[in-house]
Every structure is written in structure tokens, then in C-alpha cells.
């Protein structure tokens, strides 16, 4: 069975980061993605590129004009378009909004910056860190007295962008279907992330979240929100807020001096983790792991990426798949009704330059 996006057709530009990634979701979820790879790259690519699996690939030279019409020929028969170079960039390829719109009316053009399509700081250069440190997200994160920790990219470029942008071009396609028109989706990094803190600005708001690094609830104050180190140098996952929950904990640590009792007081918090931190290191990672699988203490073992896809659960729901012998994460989310899965691995660029310019009539003399 297809997938819930199966006869919707998407043209992306190439690129790196949350434009792929967006793709690779739509492309997960069943849309026929086209990725458009420069003519220079013609015949290369990385097949173990998670984030261009389930994609074809046409190679183009977006500096020929005739080339230019053969996309916009292209364009005129699918339904939406990724890119995410910096603003101007596709105007200047006469591949810009207001072209493209002139030959579909009805595509939905989705745009992922990290600083967005207008701004002072538009047409500058930046990468994830850059944007979320604009955000406030950032400094809200790392350890008392340090420097705020990089958390990988998954701030700005995914979640705050590339989900972002697949959510937005999907928003947009409905809004079609109910009888709009064509729309571009700018999608700025440092307006996903903004809205991914959310909850953390309205806690400020309240009242509820100091500024200060390392002093509110789930920053790494409290003891029973926090990581901790084993016996054998790895870690354990602490999350055990509810007080139903709290006290699952205490029971399988054995603990039972009463000033555990006095959960939300702050004031104890740095003498109770020092216990805690004493009493974890007494067993290895995954004797704990032993201990409090499948009770509501709400912990886990920290797990690396060589580890993650043989845990129990992972593996009882299929979290993590094999493609062509390559272990990877596996589609998501899943639906009742229609299935999602990995069509192929990640092709080199113009591999589909035959196919796609028999199926969309383009004249095949103008790629490479």
C-alpha cells in the first residue's frame, strides 16, 4: 500500500542539511521527490546519504537558459519545489516565485533559510549554531558556569527547519485542495526554533524558568531530571518528574533517606544529587538499565548509534530498518492505513535523467 503523500510530485534543488531533510520525510511519506543536481556532480554521490534515500535524481546546468525552461517545463507538472539556497539566488537562475507561479499557478514553492527571505541578516552567511544562538534556545542549554554545549544540528536545521518546511509545504498542499492557489513557504530556522521554545517562553512569562543555566527543572538542576554516570563510564537517563514516578525511582535505587521526600525543594537539590550521583556509579549502565526496564521510573540507558538499533523496543518496532545492507532510522510516523517505507538508497546524480525526461516530455539533449 502507498504512502499517505503517494501522487504528489516535488522537485528539489540540491542542497545540504533541512532542505534534504524535508524532502526525505515527504519522500518517506510517499511523494515522488526529483532532486536536481548540478551537471558538475553528474555521475558522483554519496549512495549512504540517508537524506536523498527514495529520491531520483536529474543533473542539470542551471547557468543554461534552455536548461532553465526545461525545469520550468517541469515544474508546470508537479506540485511543490525545495530549495534552500540564500535569498535572491533563484531569481537570479530565472527560477524565482514569480516564474515559476506564472507556469503553475497551484505549486507550492517552499524556501528553507536560516535567516529568511528578508531581514538584515537575510543574505548572510550562518549555520545551525548561529541561528539558534539568535533564539534563546542556545543559552538555555549546557551546564552552569560553561559554555552553552553545540546540540548537534537538531535544533535549527531539522526541527526548527526541515520539519518545519515539510509541515509547511503539506499545509500548503491542503490549502489548495480546499480551493487556494499556489503560495511560497518561507521557512526560516530562526523562526522554527523560536516556536520549539515555546513552552520555555511561557514558563518565563510565568514566572517558572530562571535565565541562569543549570537552575530550573529540566535544564539539569533537579535531580531527578538529569543524566548520570555508571560504574563503566556510560550513562543513564533520569526523568522522573510526576511523584508516582519519583517514587518508582526511589524504590529501585534503594534509596530511602527522607530528605528524597522533599522532591520540588530546590534548596536540596545539588546535596540529593550528589547521593544519587554516588549511588548510580555503584552499578554499570546496563545492570540499572536491568533494573528499571519496564517500570514507570521514567529512565533509560544513554545509548550510542551503534547501540541504539539493538535495544528491545527499538528492534520490537522496527525503529531502525536495513536497505541495501545499510542500518538506517526507518520512516516516521506511521499510519493506520497507509504504509511508509524506503523505495531505494540514496542515487547518484543524473542517474534518472533518462526516466525522468521520457515521463515529463523534457527535451533529454539539455541535461547532462
Partial sequence: MAGPLNGIKLVEFAGIGPGP????????????????????????????????RSKSSLSADLKNPQTI??????????????EGFRPGVMERLGLGPEECLKVNPDLVYGRMT??????????????DINYIALTGALESMG??????????????????????????IVSAL?????GGKGQVVDAAMVDGASVLMSMFYAFKASGFWL?????????????????????DQKFLAVGSIEPQFYSVLLEKLEISDLKFQDQHNKELWPELK??????????????????????????????????APEHHHMKARNSFVEVDGVI??????????????????????????DEICAKYNLDRSCFS
Fill in 174 to 178: 491542503l490549502n489548495i485542495k480546499q
Fill in 69 to 82: 525552461n526545461e525545469i520550468k517545463k517541469l515544474l508546470s507538472s508537479v506540485d511543490g519545489l525545495i
Fill in 114 to 127: 536560516g535567516w529568511g527571505q528578508d531581514g538584515p541578516l537575510a543574505k548572510t552567511a550562518g549555520h
Fill in 21 to 52: 531533510f524535508c524532502g526525505m520525510i515527504l519522500a518517506d511519506l510517499g511523494a515522488e521527490v526529483i532532486r536536481i543536481d548540478r551537471s558538475s556532480q553528474h555521475g558522483h554521490g554519496n549512495t549512504i546519504d540517508f537524506q536523498h
Fill in 274 to 307: 550528589a547521593i544519587m550521583r554516588e549511588r548510580i556509579k555503584e552499578k554499570t549502565r546496563d545492570e540499572w538499565a536491568d533494573i528499571f526496564d519496564g517500570s514507570d521510573a521514567c529512565v533509560a540507558p544513554v545509548l550510542n548509534l551503534s547501540e
Fill in 328 to 353: 538506517q532510522p526507518a520512516p516516521a510516523p506511521r499510519f493506520s492505513d497507509t504504509s511508509t517505507h524506503i523505495k531505494h538508497s540514496s542515487v547518484k546524480a543524473g542517474e534518472n535523467n
Fill in 143 to 168: 551546564r552552569k558556569g560553561q559554555t552553552p554545549p553545540p546540540p548537534l544540528n537538531l535544533v535549527g536545521d531539522f526541527g526548527g527547519g526541515g520539519m518545519f518546511l515539510a509541515l509547511g
Fill in 211 to 231: 535565565e541562569q543555566r543549570e537552575s530550573n527543572l529540566l535544564d539539569g538542576a533537579a535531580h531527578f531530571y538529569d543524566t548520570y554516570e555508571c560504574a
